[in-house]
């Protein structure tokens, strides 16, 4: 069992800055993976970025590379997404997620891929 409590999210304008943080508990021995999902209403769950916990290796989806940093404290089991040049296309709910496995570039945004969720927080950028 590991819990996943993101915080973080809130309203912004285009163009600003936002820092989302993901905090994990319980039995964290069992996931070597953390990813950032989003998903707009209506939309799909897309991968936005993740990061190997043990090796600290990062990827990112296209859409946002260049803006959003994912980051990890392992003493404090905790993941972050800090977020800047926020778009209005960048509005959705954003879930924390922890797996496991060996991971290629396309299974680490799968959300398959990951076993346990966050209850999400939402992030809107107006324009």
């Known amino acids: 069992q590991v819990q996943l409590v993101e915080s973080g999210g809130g309203s912004v304008q285009a163009g600003g800055s936002l820092r989302l943080s993901c905090a994990a508990s319980?039995?964290?021995?069992?996931?070597?993976?953390m990813g950032w999902f989003r998903q707009p209403p209506g939309k799909e769950r897309e991968g936005v970025a993740a990061?190997?916990?043990?090796?600290?290796?990062?990827y990112y989806a296209d859409s946002v590379k260049g803006r959003f940093t994912i980051s990890r404290d392992n003493a404090k089991n905790t993941v972050y997404l800090q977020m800047n040049s926020l778009k209005p296309e960048d509005s959705a709910m954003y879930y924390c997620?922890?797996?496991?496995?060996?991971?290629?570039?396309?299974?680490?945004?799968?959300?398959?891929?990951?076993?346990?969720w966050g209850q999400g927080t939402q992030v809107t950028v107006s324009s």
């Open positions: 319980g039995y964290t021995y069992s996931r070597n993976y």
């Open positions: 990061i190997y916990i043990g090796g600290g290796s990062t």
């Open positions: 997620a922890a797996g496991a496995g060996y991971y290629s570039d396309y299974d680490v945004f799968r959300p398959g891929s990951y076993f346990y």
